[in-house]
Each structure stands twice: as C-alpha cells, then as structure tokens.
Nanobody, 116 residues
C-alpha cells in the first residue's frame, strides 16, 4: 500500500522559512515524481514544485521559483520543500503527491500560515 505523509507545516511570520517533508512508502519503482501542491481558501489547488526521483530534475511555479527549493533523499523516499522569504500569499494547505505510472497518491495535507 502506497502512503504519502507530509510534515513540517506551521505558523511563521512573513520573511521567515519553513521546511516541509514528504515521506512516501510502499513504492516499488524509482522512476516516479514527487510534487507539492497547495490550496488556499476559496482557490483551486495549484502546483508549486516537483522533482523526478530518478534524475533529480525539478520544476517550480513562477510565484515561488526564487524562494523555494526542492530536494530528495532517495534512501529515505523523502522529499523536502524548503520555503524561504515566505509571504502571506503562501498561506495554504500544502499537499504532497506521488505520481507513479500515471497513478496519483496524495497526502493528507499540512497547513502553512504566514502572518503579515
């Protein structure tokens, strides 16, 4: 059974930093992608960043590309999203997604709140 579990959310002041972790278990392929999505109240879920576990290639949304980084620890099946220079508009529930052979597995989400 595939499980995806996020951690690391919280409350931070504008300009601060947080690191989110996504631990994926039960995956038997190394050729998959881990993505971070977020959903703010009243808005649609949007893609933030993703990383390919095989070659480390990454993607960032324009709104975060100068502030967020993504990294992986393949031995731990864990991906990290380092979020710096946080802004109030980054406030959202952040979800981790593992995509394996076109099948999506979602975590339960972790709340990130940035106060002004």
């Amino acid at each position: 059974e595939v499980q995806v579990v996020e951690s690391g959310g919280g409350l931070v002041q504008a300009g601060g930093s947080l690191r989110l972790s996504c631990a994926a278990s039960g995956l038997t392929f190394d050729d998959y992608a881990i993505g971070w999505f977020r959903q703010a109240p009243g808005k649609e879920r949007e893609g933030v960043s993703c990383i390919m576990l095989r070659d480390g290639s990454t993607y960032f949304a324009d709104s975060v590309k100068t502030r967020f980084t993504i990294s992986r620890d393949n031995a731990k099946n864990t991906v990290y999203l380092q979020m710096n220079s946080l802004k109030p508009e980054d406030t959202a529930v952040y979800y981790c997604n593992a995509r394996v052979l076109s099948t999506d597995y979602w975590g339960q989400g972790t709340q990130v709140t940035v106060s002004s």
